[in-house]
Structure formats: structure tokens, C-alpha cells
């Protein structure tokens, strides 16, 4: 955790010390703050979100006194510090403690290469997926096969995983869902094939964290090498629930 520490010296050790330090019988020079201001304790309950990333929010604006324990089983943080302190503490952690959200996602797999007798021109596939692919030929690569198509729903700190296609696997984790952007962990395109005695081997074809803006297409291209005559282009949609 960074910032402020979430384990302090207790209020009344420090009290203590500056009293003795300023020569003042501890009890007498922070009467008129104890009283306006008490130093007291609170609990505050933390459903959706990890208790260590709620402490550290907590921490930010905590004083000197400030001292926070976690409280795992109960699923709360319990918070000790001036009482203005702690006012402002469970506006804050309802600004931050929501609910996972949702994400549709939609995904094309599409081999693009150099013409080729009986592949799929490119005026054919736009009536399919108009738009976006309308970018491929500008690449170099002017036929194209579909080889898969899925819209699934992710939610956030999941992993999803859906094939494509009998030989072509999708994995990846939902970072986090907003309104305009979504983001991606280890995104990973898998090629799959099988022995003959059925076992499965999977290859890993592109892999990348991914952010992209909501309701626009992402467009991702893979090639062995740059001067390769085919590639496979990855169609990404996101659009929050």
C-alpha cells in the first residue's frame, strides 16, 4: 500500500508525547480539540470492493491520529480519528464501494489475405460486419474467411473465456467497465489443435492488455512477420451493461 501508513501510533501515545514534550500534563492543552473535535472510532462495512483498496482510499485523508484495522471476516474496515475525520469517511466508500459491473462484448475473427479463387471478397464480408473491416484492405490484404463470431458478458475482475471457432479460443479479464472505456487484462487470442488421440494443444496467437472506448470497434491485427501474406484480424465491440 502506498501513501499514508494504515497502521498508526495510537492517538492517546501521541498525545501523550507532545504533552510531556510541551511540558503540558496530557489531558490539558488538547482539551478544547477533544472537545469540538473527539478522536473516536467507527466501523464502516465494505461489501463489493477488496478491503486493502477501500483502507488505502481511507488512508489518504486521515490525520496523524488516523488508525485503521481491517476486519476480513466481517467485511468492514474500523477507522479511529477525529470525528470531522470520520464523517467524511462513509461518503467516500460509497463513492467507491459498487458493485462489479457488467460488459457486452462482441468478437470477429476474420484470415485476411492476398486474392484468392473462392475466398470471400471484401464488398461481401461489409455486408456482414460493415464498418471496421472496411480498414483491412488498406493493410494490404484484399480476401478474407470468417472463421468465428461471439458476443458474451463479462463482469469486472472475471475471466472470460469462449471459442470462437473449433481451432480459435478467446481469454481474458475484465480490468475494469465505465461508461466511455473498457478495459482488458491479458487478452489472449489461442489457436487450437488436437492429436490424434484428442488431447488439446493450445498455442498462443496474440496476447495484450486492451483498453478501448465503448460502442467503437477495435480493429487487431496478427501476422507472423511483417511481410506476411496472411493475417487474422480480431474485431472487438464493448458496450457496458
Known amino acids: 500500500m502506498t501513501g499514508r501508513a494504515v497502521r498508526r501510533v495510537p492517538a492517546v501515545a501521541v498525545l501523550a508525547l507532545v504533552a510531556a514534550l510541551a511540558g503540558v500534563a496530557p489531558g490539558t492543552g488538547w482539551a478544547a480539540d477533544d472537545r469540538d473535535d473527539p478522536i473516536q472510532a467507527r466501523s464502516f462495512p465494505v461489501r463489493f470492493r477488496p478491503l486493502s483498496d477501500a483502507a488505502e482510499i481511507v488512508s489518504s485523508i486521515l490525520t496523524a491520529h488516523g488508525e485503521i484495522t481491517l476486519q476480513p471476516r466481517l467485511k468492514q474496515l474500523v477507522v479511529r480519528d477525529r470525528a470531522s475525520i470520520l ?16 460488459v ?10 492476398q486474392a484468392e479463387a473462392g475466398r470471400t471478397a471484401p464488398d461481401e464480408l461489409h455486408q456482414q ?11 494490404g490484404f484484399t480476401a478474407f474467411d470468417p472463421l468465428g463470431k461471439r458476443s458474451i458478458i463479462g463482469v469486472e475482475g472475471s475471466t472470460v473465456t469462449t471459442d470462437l471457432s473449433e481451432d480459435y479460443r478467446v481469454v481474458f479479464s475484465v ?7 473498457v478495459a482488458f ?11 490424434d488421440e484428442g488431447e488439446e494443444q493450445v498455442k498462443n496467437v496474440y496476447s495484450a ?20 501474406k496472411k493475417a ?8 457496458p451493461r
Not at 104 to 113: D, E, M, P, W, Y
Not at 232 to 239: D, I, R
Request: proline share 7%; no cysteine.
Open 129 to 139: 460486419d460493415r464498418g471496421i473491416w472496411e480498414i483491412v484492405p488498406l493493410t
Open 87 to 102: 464523517d467524511q469517511i462513509g461518503p467516500l466508500i460509497e463513492s467507491f464501494d459498487l458493485p462489479p459491473r457488467s
Open 209 to 228: 492488455d486492451i483498453n478501448l472506448q465503448t460502442g467503437k470497434p477495435l480493429l487487431v491485427g496478427a501476422a507472423q512477420a511483417p511481410n506476411s
Open 185 to 195: 487484462k491479458s487478452f489472449s487470442l489461442l489457436r487450437i489443435t488436437r492429436t
Open 175 to 181: 480490468d475494469w467497465v465505465e461508461d466511455q472505456r
Open 232 to 239: 487474422l484480424f480480431l474485431m472487438l465491440e464493448a458496450s
Open 104 to 113: 457486452q462484448v462482441s468478437i470477429s475473427l476474420a484470415l485476411a489475405t
